[in-house]
């Protein structure tokens, strides 16, 4: 079979879409979860209760062990187009737990060995190459954390994961965006997805989503922020993006 080249002026054809969002506490990233086009949503973090009654709940998979996951088929995912893990740091503590019922992955202190992380991680690539090989976009929801960077110890904020998975997820994603809660001039709640990285935050923009502006000379500049609206209103926002 020759080899398939794709030239400069031929189209590059995407498949599937890898997200990953994380956000502060209580914002509604679960509810967020459900306006992706006909999501299914893999209940890892069991917090899919919590998601918003304005909004209507889509479809659920209540994740208990991961052989769940391990015994699905591609066909059980037929009407989906979206799968969202919620949350992703849930899910590989899901991987890990799996691996630990057996002993030989067990150090002595019961901690996983370097051999079972590895597989553990393994596990993880395997199921998320299987979705996309479906041709479903994939959706990661993750908590926020701060911690402290650089010399001067700046304070910023990033998924709450550690190591190798965290970098893993960060090079897979085709996007990744950090939604954060403020409050305007006027006292009202504002929530935004700001996919530009920064030197306060972690993110990744590669389908140039965002506000644009002009700057000082009247050239665009993408912003990279994204406004949140009422999502009771707006169902289908995160398909839509």
């Known amino acids: 079979m020759s080899l398939k080249i794709i030239m400069p002026n031929q189209t590059l054809l995407v498949n599937a879409i890898i997200m990953y969002l994380y956000t502060d506490p209580g914002i509604g990233k679960s509810t967020l979860a459900h306006t992706a086009d006909k999501a299914v949503v893999f209940d890892f973090d069991k917090g899919q209760h919590r998601v918003s009654a304005d909004l209507r709940r889509g479809a659920v998979v209540p994740v208990q062990q991961w052989s769940d996951i391990e015994l699905m088929k591609e066909s059980d995912l037929a009407g989906f187009s979206t799968i969202v893990a919620d949350t992703v740091g849930a899910m590989l503590d899901c991987i890990k737990i799996h691996l630990a019922k057996n002993q030989e992955n067990l150090q002595r202190d019961k901690n996983l060995t370097i051999k079972a992380q590895g597989l553990a991680n393994n596990l993880f690539m395997k199921t998320v190459l299987s979705w996309i090989s479906y041709g479903k976009d ?104």
């Open 138 to 241: 994939v959706v990661f929801i993750a908590h926020s954390t701060e911690e402290e960077a650089g010399k001067d110890k700046n304070r910023v904020v990033r998924p709450d994961l550690g190591g190798k998975n965290r970098n893993m997820l960060y090079r897979m994603a085709d996007m990744m965006g950090y939604m954060h809660s403020s409050t305007d001039d006027e006292g009202n709640n504002e929530r935004h997805i700001y996919f530009n990285p920064s030197a306060n935050h972690h993110a990744k923009n590669s389908g140039n989503l965002g506000l644009k502006v002009n700057d000082k000379n009247g050239n665009p500049v993408n912003t990279g922020q994204v406004f949140v609206p009422d999502l009771a209103n707006n169902p289908t926002f995160l398909a839509d993006l």
